[in-house]
């Protein structure tokens, strides 16, 4: 019986040791034959997300743009303002040129920048969509209390009412041509909101350069990390084929146990046999 069991060890021995020796071929074979389409991966999803940083800086640059756009008519329709007030401390007949000022260009000047704003609007809408889904790369913090886009269509409805305004100005003015006073008020409340739009203005751009200065290091990583990932990939190749050749090394330890104790039961089998025919001759 104990003969049996011995003989039982070392052929599982030598069965398991056989097995690791297969799983550390098949291994070795899996390391080297992936490792080409692996790093192509790898260096494929760097190259998109270098892309799409690309992408995101493009559109940021676009969204800026049309924010310089918006605020140089601002800029506009304050000096406008500005200038007309000064007209109305100066000479009281330029209030017809003011009144037409007022119902036309004006209003157009402000739709004009309303339209730019719209634009930026819908470029700062991808790019809020392309920096969430990025904010995963180092050094990309995204979550503003307000989307770009969100508070660039705020700027945008804010002047809505402008051309209106404008409008009741001028019927206000056509009514009463003697209230300069108080229209000088009113196209001071004017300016100042103009003014508070403008600096808004001002503030976004300043925000998008920040953007773009850390997408430029983003992208800078990435081609640091591009640069690097063929030689990880063949120093973890290399780290697991030691490891897989140690492994075989230790099964070949096994199977030599294994071979040794089955060969140990075959010759010690012969001699438990003769002692048995010995006993019984005795006994006879």
């Known amino acids: 019986m104990k003969t049996f069991f011995t003989r ?27 490792k080409p389409a692996f790093t192509d991966s790898l260096l494929g999803s760097v190259r998109l997300g270098r892309e799409t940083l690309r992408s995101t800086a493009n559109g940021l640059e676009l ?21 007309t007030v000064k007209t ?80 009741e100005m001028q019927k206000g003015m056509k009514d009463a041509r003697g209230n300069i006073e108080i229209i000088q008020a009113d196209l001071a409340v004017v300016t100042g909101e103009i003014s508070q739009i403008e600096t808004s203005l001002d503030e976004y751009q300043t925000t998008i350069s920040s953007f773009q200065d850390t997408l430029k290091e983003v992208q800078r990583r ?12 063949n120093g973890v190749a290399w780290g697991l084929t030691v490891f897989l050749i140690w492994m075989a090394i230790a099964q070949l330890g096994l199977l030599s146990q294994g071979w040794e104790l089955v060969s140990r039961d075959r010759k010690s089998a012969p001699v438990e046999r003769s002692k048995e025919t010995d006993q019984a001759e005795k006994t006879d």
Do not use: C, H
Request: charged share 10%; proline share 5%; no cysteine.
């Open 63 to 83: 969204t800026q743009q049309s924010l310089q756009e918006a605020s140089a008519s601002m800029q506009a329709v304050q000096n406008t303002l500005e200038t």
């Open 8 to 34: 039982m060890i070392g052929l599982m021995l030598i069965a398991g040791a056989i097995g690791g020796l297969v799983i550390s071929g098949l291994g070795l074979w899996g390391v080297w034959y992936f």
């Open 88 to 167: 109305f401390q100066d000479s009281q007949p330029m209030l017809d040129s003011v009144v037409r000022l007022l119902g036309k260009s004006l209003p157009d000047t402000v739709m004009a920048t309303q339209n730019s704003l719209n634009v930026a609007r819908q470029s700062a809408q991808l790019v809020d969509t392309i920096l969430e889904a990025v904010s995963f790369f180092p050094g990309i913090e995204y979550n503003p209390e307000v989307p770009l886009n969100e508070a660039i269509g705020q700027i945008a409805a804010s002047l809505t009412d402008l051309p209106a305004t404008f409008i």
């Open 222 to 233: 990435l081609g640091q990390a591009e640069a690097g990932l063929p030689g990880l990939v």
